[in-house]
């Protein structure tokens, strides 16, 4: 197995990283290639999206109320 590896200041410099061109990235993907868990590495994806989608849906319900509140006030 090759390893690569990126000069993390050059990423750094550019402002928003490019997470696909990681070296990090690039080994886990190959990591989920080679030992065959595409439908594992899928699984446990989905579950981090479901996951973030709910936290953030609970935040703009607590904004929204807020929102309410404060103009029931004025």
């Known amino acids: 197995m090759s390893t690569t590896t990126t000069d993390t200041s050059t990423l750094e410099?550019?402002?928003i990283?490019?997470?696909r061109t990681a070296a990090d990235i690039e080994n886990f993907y190959r990591f989920v290639q080679e030992n065959g868990l595409r439908r594992e590495a899928q699984?446990?994806?989905s579950?981090?999206?479901t996951n973030?989608?709910?936290k953030e849906k609970k935040e703009n319900r607590k904004k929204k109320a807020k929102?309410?509140?404060k103009q029931k006030l004025q």
């Open 17 to 19: 990283r490019n997470f």
């Open 47 to 49: 579950a981090l999206v």
């Open 52 to 54: 973030l989608k709910l």
């Open 13 to 15: 410099n550019k402002g």
């Open 67 to 69: 929102a309410k509140r």
């Open 43 to 45: 699984l446990v994806f």
